[in-house]
C-alpha cells in the first residue's frame, strides 16, 4: 500500500522562483504560512487546482495566484 501511494507523488523542489514568489505572497497576506504559500505558488506554475479544508486562508493568498482555483474537500 505504501509503495503505491508513494508512486503517485511527485516531489518538486522549492526552488528561486517558486520559493520568491511564495515569500512575495508571505509578506502581502499576514498570517498566511510558508506551506499554504508554497502550495499556491507550486500550483499557479502547474495551472494546478488545489483541494483542501482550509479553504479561507487560502483564497487569501489568490491575490497573489488569482490561476489557482481552490477547492473544498
Known sequence: MRE???????????EGRLGR????????????TVVDAIVMALAARLGATVFTSD????EEL??????VRVLSV
Do not use: K
Open 4 to 14: 503505491r501511494i508513494l508512486a503517485g507523488i511527485t516531489i518538486e523542489p522549492v
Open 21 to 32: 514568489a511564495a515569500g512575495e505572497a508571505l509578506a502581502g497576506v499576514p498570517g498566511s
Open 55 to 58: 479553504v479561507d486562508d487560502l
Open 62 to 67: 489568490r491575490s497573489f495566484f488569482p490561476g
